[in-house]
């Protein structure tokens, strides 16, 4: 079982940036494909990034190219998120999710472990 909880989320304006943190316990970090999805009210959850166990490849939502970025700390069991340039569309629920299997990993059905996720709110 690996937990998981995320902090880092708040309320700011457009324009400005949040660094999400996402931390693991339980297992090793190290063994999992790790991303974040996102829920806005009202729709359905969507993917955002995925960053490889290893951290060599990372995939990101057209929605966010260029503006977030995704890193990891295997060794603080951890992984981040850098929003900049946010935007009011940006405004949900974060999530970070882990699986261990490199499968479908833009989708929800792709992982087993989600965290509670963490409130970003943009205001324009």
């Known amino acids: 079982q690996v937990q998981l909880v995320e902090s880092g989320g708040g309320l700011v304006q457009a324009g400005a940036s949040l660094r999400l943190s996402c931390a693991a316990s339980?297992?090793?970090?190290?063994?999992?494909?790790m991303a974040w999805f996102r829920q806005a009210p009202g729709k359905e959850r969507e993917f955002v990034v995925v960053?490889?166990?290893?951290?060599?490849?990372?995939y990101y939502a057209d929605s966010v190219k260029g503006r977030f970025t995704v890193s990891r700390d295997n060794a603080k069991n951890t992984v981040y998120l850098q929003m900049n340039s946010l935007k009011p569309e940006d405004t949900a629920v974060y999530y970070c999710?882990?699986?261990?299997?490199?499968?479908?990993?833009?989708?929800?059905?792709?992982?087993?472990?989600w965290g509670q996720g963490t409130q970003v709110t943009v205001s324009s």
């Open positions: 999710a882990a699986t261990d299997t490199w499968y479908a990993v833009r989708e929800n059905r792709g992982y087993n472990y």
């Open positions: 339980g297992r090793t970090l190290s063994n999992y494909v």
């Open positions: 960053i490889s166990e290893t951290g060599s490849a990372t």
